[in-house]
């Protein structure tokens, strides 16, 4: 019933989509302006439907409906709560159940949030929202029911993917989906902006909101996937330039560079034609992303709903959509007048720097993502892995970091070059400062990659904050200190990830109970090793101490589980964070002399990586809430009065 | 009950163990003695492809296939050999796929051209729109 129920709240909401597009369609089109009164209410009726078609499908996973084809090929009636909850989008099917329901809500909330937009503009976009939102809609109905049923029920489900049990999965697919689709906001304020000739500044200031809330989240997402990642496959990486890697990161640029130009078209005035081109691309991004990653075209460690076929309807999906917005751009843009002019020494080209930059970057991961498919069309397999991007992406992404420092002290419009310099005295001693350090501390013994990473993110550190300097702090808006946070963040990231490689320790032994290792300073004894049982699987846990020069030492659990649902074994290390650092610990197999494989990381500051992330998102968040404030309140005001 | 949970742990795991039932690589999971020795092994590891996973290096899996070459890897940095000269030899075994590290092959040199072309292509295009804004502005003040 509860199935049934959902496909048919899924129905009515792709006819609520369609019915949307249509009001609006010949609302502005047709010229029959009463027709455009129904469109808010139809977009959050909408959202209301696909929003009870999802919590039917986490319904039917937390009562393990085995009569429902996808519970049963996904999950397992032994597993804990929380995976049986989570494991609703751990599944192609649950998960673009989870993109049309995010989409469908984001479109409510440009209906019922926005106010500053043109009220063509504004229609027009939510006509575009509901044409992206009907794609998906038939990709859903036509090839991916979540709710089709069995015709006899087996026992049990076939479960879900260990790699997944874990709290991870409830939190990182969502984050990351609603940044993804939340992107899919600036690509109908694009759409409906060239619709209805409509690019200034104001549409700028409309924007931007929905482009900073897409990518805070896009942030959290990838940053908290990457730890998820870190920790659970259990060999202390971080990042691989995965595809599926790459397939988050390459929106995560594009969204970065149109957060950046839309300032400057919200300021400024200029940039007009560029920032809704970006618009175009970031969402395009996404929904490359979800394709390569749907279509497991490309393999990838972190692929676990792969299918195909499905993959031609999301190719079909990719062209429909961004060749029609492309075609819409090269239509409308001779009618984008050009923006207000500015100096060559001005904030504004500092950001055009920084969204040069930046699109190379994305540039590059997209070419070196689908390159091997490329050569395999020719019948050569090749790959393209972290020595390609590290040696392309690592030094633009140093330049990036120094046109960070230039870009916040340098004016709007015009400045003179003397006076930047003079801004930029502090931020460069100390780089020199740091240059000088590890050139008698370290040179020759790290790359220079790594080596690079540590000077300038030293000097951004400094840098970061120099806009700070000389204000009234009171004063500062909170938009510059969001600013300040997120470019200290950037800093604080790549210190981790330059000290992480260039510092690490690895150190692999077989171990014997009793026996005692060390490393970096830490000495890692084996006391035991133990049976141990959960809900679904079962683990050889072992209980290992570990000392710091001498300290008292700590006890950590590194386990290898064993599942039996699907069955597979997965080693969950035990990690013990310092200040300074992460001793990583994991416990692999026994070798047939009695003894077992261990492998031990002292991996210093790594923890930065991800505290840098959260200071990244951080710094979004106080620009949002800076920005917005003020119009927030007012609406408060007026919805209590 | 801890006996029975032994049990059913060595048990369950048979399956996983018997993937590695053959004799293992002695190098496969043992550090070389010299440091210096091992860095280069291990970064030539992270950079080779685990044939039989998904998009892993051989420094990150539990693959015995990868446990193989990485104590191949490890016996022949050993010997002395050069770590281009490895990847050579592997490359010329499994094919361009076993690299991470994009090769000189002439199919992958517009790879390698991308991000110069893409910075410089960009970069004429923001040159030439700074220099009309600046040169028109003269021209209007």
Redesign the interface.
């Known amino acids: 019933m509860i199935a049934e129920l959902g496909l048919a709240a899924l129905w009515l909401a792709a006819s609520l989509a369609l019915l949307q597009l249509a009001l609006v369609w010949f609302g502005l089109v047709g010229d029959k302006a009463d027709l455009l009164a129904g469109v808010r209410p139809v977009a959050v009726a909408q959202a209301g439907l696909c929003a009870i078609a999802f919590l039917a499908l986490i319904a039917l996973f937390l009562r393990s409906d085995m009569s429902v084809a996808l519970v049963a090929a996904n999950s397992h009636s032994a597993k804990p709560w929380l995976y049986k909850f989570a494991g609703t989008w751990g599944n192609h099917e649950g998960s673009m159940l989870l993109w049309v329901t995010v989409m469908g809500l984001a479109g409510a909330g440009v209906a019922l949030l926005e106010r500053a937009l043109r009220r063509d503009t504004h229609m027009a976009t939510l006509g575009a929202q509901a044409a992206i939102s009907l794609g998906f809609y038939a990709f859903l109905l036509f090839s991916s029911n979540p709710f089709a049923r069995l015709a006899a029920a087996p026992e049990d489900g076939q479960g879900l993917n260990p790699l997944l049990q874990d709290p991870g999965l409830a939190f990182h697919p969502p984050t990351l989906y609603l940044g993804y689709v939340g992107l899919s906001v600036a690509f109908s304020f694009a759409v409906g902006a060239l619709m209805t000739r409509n690019v200034d500044a104001a549409f700028a200031r409309a924007m931007r909101p929905w482009v900073l809330g897409a990518w805070v989240l896009l942030t959290i997402g990838i940053t908290a996937g990457s730890y998820w990642a870190y920790y659970e496959l259990g060999w202390g990486g971080w990042w691989f330039w995965d595809p599926v890697e790459n397939a988050s990161l390459m929106p995560w640029l594009a969204a970065t560079a149109l957060l950046h130009s839309v300032t400057v078209l919200a300021t400024r005035d200029a940039l007009r034609a560029w920032t809704v081109m970006l618009a175009v691309v970031a969402f395009s991004m996404s929904m490359v992303g979800t394709f390569l990653v749907r279509s497991g075209i490309l393999t990838s460690v972190h692929a676990f709903a792969v299918d195909p076929e499905r993959g031609t309807f999301i190719l079909a999906l990719l062209l429909v959509y961004i060749g029609g917005a492309l075609a819409l751009f090269g239509f409308r843009v001779g009618t984008v007048r050009e923006g207000a002019q500015f100096e060559l020494v001005s904030r504004e080209t500092m950001l055009v720097l920084n969204n040069l930059l930046l699109s190379v970057v994305l540039g590059v991961v997209l070419i070196g993502t689908l390159y091997p498919l490329m050569t395999e069309a020719f019948g050569h397999k090749v790959s393209v892995g972290p020595p390609y991007f590290d040696a392309v992406a690592g030094p633009i992404a140093l330049g990036l970091m120094l046109v960070m420092i230039a870009g916040p002290v340098t004016r709007w419009r015009h400045d003179a070059l003397r006076a930047v310099g003079g801004r930029l005295l502090v931020p460069t001693l100390v780089g020199l400062a740091a240059l000088s350090a590890l050139a008698v501390l370290a040179w020759g013994r790290i790359g220079v990659l790594p080596f690079l990473g540590l000077v300038i993110a030293a000097a951004t550190a400094v840098g970061s904050l120099t806009p700070l300097g000389k204000r009234n702090l009171r004063r500062t808006p909170l938009f510059t200190y969001g600013m300040v946070i997120a470019h200290l963040g950037c800093a604080v990231s790549i210190a981790g990830m330059a000290s992480d490689s260039a510092f690490t320790v690895e150190k692999l032994a077989a171990m014997r109970v009793g026996d005692r290792v060390s490393a970096a300073g830490w000495t890692v004894s084996l006391d035991q090793i133990g049976p141990i049982a959960g809900d679904n699987w079962t683990a050889m846990q072992a209980d290992v101490s570990a000392a710091r020069d001498g300290g008292t030492p700590v006890l950590l659990h590194p386990q290898s589980r064993f599942f039996t649902t699907p069955p597979t074994a997965t080693n969950e290390s035990a990690i013990l964070t310092r200040w300074n650092g992460q001793l990583y610990v994991v416990l692999g197999e026994p070798t047939q002399d009695g003894r077992w494989q261990m492998r031990i990381w002292w991996k210093p500051f790594v923890t930065l990586i991800w505290l840098g992330g959260g200071l990244i998102a951080l710094g979004g968040l106080l620009s949002l809430i800076g920005r917005e404030r003020r119009g927030w309140m007012k609406r408060l005001r007026k919805a209590a009065a | 009950m801890?006996r029975l949970?032994?049990f059913?742990?060595l048990v369950?795991?048979q399956?996983?163990?018997a993937q590695?039932a053959l004799?293992?690589a002695p190098y496969a999971?043992?550090?070389l003695d010299d440091p210096a020795q091992e860095k280069k092994a291990?970064e030539l590891m992270?950079?080779i492809?685990c044939l039989t996973?998904?998009?892993?290096?051989i420094?990150?899996?539990?693959a015995s296939m990868a446990a193989d070459l990485r104590s191949q890897i490890r016996e022949r940095i050993a010997a002395g050999e050069d770590p281009e000269a490895i990847r050579a030899w592997l490359v010329e075994r499994y094919?361009?796929?076993?690299?991470?590290?994009?090769?000189t092959?002439p199919?992958?040199w517009p790879?390698w051209a991308?991000?110069a072309l893409?910075?410089l292509g960009?970069?004429a295009l923001?040159a030439a729109?700074?220099r009309r804004?600046?040169s028109?502005?003269r021209k209007a003040g």
């Not at chain 2, 420094?59 to 539990?62: G, I, L, R, T």
């Not at chain 2, 094919?95 to 090769?103: H, L, M, Q």
Request: net charge positive; hydrophobic share 40%.
């Open positions: 801890t949970l032994l059913l742990t369950m795991a399956p996983l163990v590695t004799p293992p999971d043992r550090q291990h992270l950079t492809r996973c998904q998009s892993q290096s420094a990150d899996s539990n094919g361009d796929w076993v690299s991470y590290a994009p090769t092959a199919i992958l790879l991308a991000p893409l910075l960009g970069g923001a729109r700074v804004r600046h028109s502005k």
